[in-house]
């Protein structure tokens, strides 16, 4: 190949167009002459669902974004979670000996997905 023919390796701008990317892949005869489009996959636009519920009522958690899943039929990317415990109280019984109490930690699960 000839200097000056061919793929440029510099684009006319910072981020070529679609239109520079089009015309480059047509003179290259990768994409042939007078096609309507690029197979460029369709972008696609990450959504975040927040669930939170108790340690304590973990299955009914579960059912939820089961459910969710169910009715909403989106794609899952990532599931994290976060479990956060809370302060325990502590009460004195009668003869004066303490006692911690502790309440369920609370459980946040982010999904992140793609409609």
Known sequence: ???G???SPRPTSPTPSYGEIHGLLEQ????PQGAASLP???????QVKLFRGLENDLPGL?????????ETKVR???????LAPQQD????????VVHSLYSPANVL???????
């Open 89 to 96: 109280e502590t009460k004195p019984d009668e003869s004066g």
């Open 40 to 46: 460029f996959p369709k972008p696609v636009m990450h």
């Open 62 to 70: 579960e059912k939820q974004i089961n459910d969710w899943l169910a």
């Open 5 to 7: 023919q061919g793929f």
């Open 28 to 31: 290259e005869n990768v994409l």
């Open 1 to 3: 190949m000839k200097p």
């Open 76 to 82: 899952v990317v990532q599931i994290t979670g976060n």
């Open 109 to 115: 699960l982010v999904l992140l997905y793609e409609k």
